[in-house]
């Protein structure tokens, strides 16, 4: 038989040719794309199945992605949801195991120091739980308004195993101890008290601005009605604004006190963040932001430049911001008054003086502002 034309046999043997490089090009790139090396979303997830294995498994259930029953969500531009919790969580993990260390469906550990310890040193927002928490066993219904608004409620309101006072007068009577405690004399709310006269009892100092000529600086006059005081103790302050048809919402923590039951128990609402969390607040949308003591010099400038932006950002424009009694030694004034100018309020009025109330060598001052987010210009 005669041999195929030299044409056709050099046909056939670049077809086979083809057809190795073919095959050789496709087992590389099977190769490459199923090496765990060269997938990133493979090593990740590995990664990140060794990370969970040494978690608790409730706050990996808490914070992992869960599918949403009917898919992809435009809004969102997903499928799925990620539940948040605070990025700090995992670096305390004992404390993070006994907080998350619970049977589901029953009762929650009875750890409120515990769950702020955590929350203050940045797990926040906390992971949420499947339990139920402790309460009162015999509850006392909240007084009818406006009594509650300077009554101590019953002391049956609160579940007091946090806290060293069992009592509503304890908290009181404590204003006479020499021990120091935060905010030590607000609980006391009757008559005669400080905490009666704050804000709105002429004081000789100018460091003391009065409710109602704070008011009477919004523009226009009436255009306060909702707003935040960020460290709010026992809620004085937003008890104050509330006879004044204002609705303030306080934070506070509860820092060996029920400060949150008080808060709530006087008819006003408390708000259980540190002042390291971006406020829960859209942008442009208070009129008031008002802080007595906590924002001071013990946050760190830059933390304290992000909050102050923070404000900026949820005052609508020409808010008020109320800065009370920023504590801070004289050394440190420029750095500080640096801080709030580079934000861009209007200063509607400044105050700056000593702090008296201890040894004139250390040098202690205060700064009360009411500051103003620009009508126009808000950048």
Known sequence: MDSPHPRYRSRSINNLIFLFVLL????ITFLLFSSPSSCPPCSASSSTSAVDAALPAEFVAST?????PFGHNHNMGS?????PSGLACPLFPDDLTAF????????????????QRLLLRGCE???RRRCRPAAPSDPAPPLPFPDSLWSLPPDRSVHWSAY???SFRCLVDRKHSPAFDDCKDCFDILD?????????VHSDSPLDFAIDEVL????PVGSVRIGLDIGGGSGSFAVRMRERNVTIVSTTMNLNGPFSSFVAARGVIPLYVSVSQRLPFFDNTLDLVHSMHVLSNWIPTTLLHFIVFDVYRVLRPGGLFWLDHFFFVEHQMEEYVSVIESVGFKKIRWEVGRKLDRDPELKEMYISALLQKPLKNSW
């Open 164 to 166: 060293s006072c069992k």
């Open 24 to 27: 050789l090009s496709n087992l």
């Open 125 to 127: 927002p906390l992971p």
């Open 216 to 219: 009477a600086a919004a523009d």
């Open 79 to 83: 499928d799925s949801i990620h539940p």
């Open 64 to 68: 992992s992605a869960q599918l949403l």
């Open 100 to 115: 998350m260390s619970y049977a589901v469906n029953g009762s929650c550990p009875d750890d409120e120091p515990l769950a």
């Open 192 to 200: 005669g008290s400080r905490e009666r006269r704050r804000w709105v």
